[in-house]
Nanobody
Framework: QLQLVESGGGLVPPGGSLRLSCAASGFTFSSYFMSWYRQAPGKERELVAG????????HYADSVKGRFTISRDNDENTVYLQMNSLKPEDTAVYYCKRDQRSRWWGPTSGYWGQGTQVTVSS
């Protein structure tokens, strides 16, 4: 029943912006911490950003801090990742993940979407 469906990926030039969406269903979305991860070819999956259940707390990887913003709309069961000032090194498949009710899971735990491809290239 649980589903996480990412969308919004695509091809953008360096310096461009993109907003990813993750539509959640099959659970009480507002009760769970949510995260965005990404995985580039040949690299391990890494945390990009996380957000608490009420949206009041966020954290970001140093590599995206100041450029990316995670947010959520609990009425729409959707978590977003606004990506600005994109760099080629941001190229990866981006995954939405459900964490726990009041804590974070690590990179190998949780419930994952299928991912959406983000390619930053001129």
């Amino acid at each position: 029943q649980l589903q996480l469906v990412e969308s919004g990926g695509g091809l953008v030039p360096p310096g461009g912006s993109l907003r990813l969406s993750c539509a959640a269903s099959g659970f009480t979305f507002s009760s769970y911490f949510m995260s965005w991860y990404r995985q580039a070819p040949g690299k391990e999956r890494e945390l990009v950003a996380g957000i608490t259940s009420d949206g009041g707390g966020t954290h970001y990887a140093d590599s995206v801090k100041g450029r990316f913003t995670i947010s959520r709309d609990n009425d729409e069961n959707t978590v977003y990742l606004q990506m600005n000032s994109l760099k080629p090194e941001d190229t990866a498949v981006y995954y939405c993940k459900r964490d726990q009710r009041s804590r974070w899971w690590g990179p190998t735990s949780g419930y994952w979407g299928q991912g959406t491809q983000v390619t930053v290239s001129s």
